[in-house]
């Protein structure tokens, strides 16, 4: 069963950084695809990043090309990493992970329709 938990969220202020952590862990099997969604106040989630089961293919949303990296590390459990750079206040959200034990990535990434495990979430404050 497939068990998710965010972690290293916080408040910084614009042109910082964070990075949060997101651990499966039930993870038993080989790597599947996972994503970072984020909800801001009022908005809809929105995807902001996913990487492959190897970690070789990455997606991104265009808000965060150049400034966020997803990682992951399949040696132990199933752990996938969003360094968040030059954070800007409209980066302000609730921060998700995702999966599916059945989702391989591709066009439809940031859809979350195709994820059905997801985290609690982790608050993302940046004051201006």
């Known amino acids: 069963q497939v068990q998710l938990a965010e972690s290293g969220g916080g408040s910084v202020q614009a042109g910082g950084s964070l990075r949060l952590t997101c651990a499966d862990s039930?993870?038993?099997?080989?790597?599947?695809?996972m994503g970072w969604f984020r909800q801001a106040s009022g908005k809809e989630r929105e995807g902001v990043a996913g990487?492959?089961?190897?970690?070789?293919?990455?997606?991104y949303a265009d808000s965060v090309k150049g400034r966020f990296t997803i990682s992951r590390d399949n040696t132990k459990t199933n752990t996938v990493y969003l360094e968040m750079m030059n954070l800007k206040p409209e980066d302000t959200a609730m921060y998700y992970c995702?999966?599916?034990?059945?989702?391989?990535?591709?066009?439809?990434?940031?859809?979350?329709?195709?994820?059905?495990?997801w985290g609690q979430g982790i608050q993302v404050t940046v004051s201006s």
């Open positions: 990487i492959s089961r190897s970690g070789i293919s990455t997606d």
């Open positions: 039930g993870y038993t099997y080989g790597s599947i695809y």
């Open positions: 995702a999966t599916d034990r059945n989702f391989r990535g591709g066009a439809t990434w940031s859809d979350a329709n195709e994820y059905n495990a």
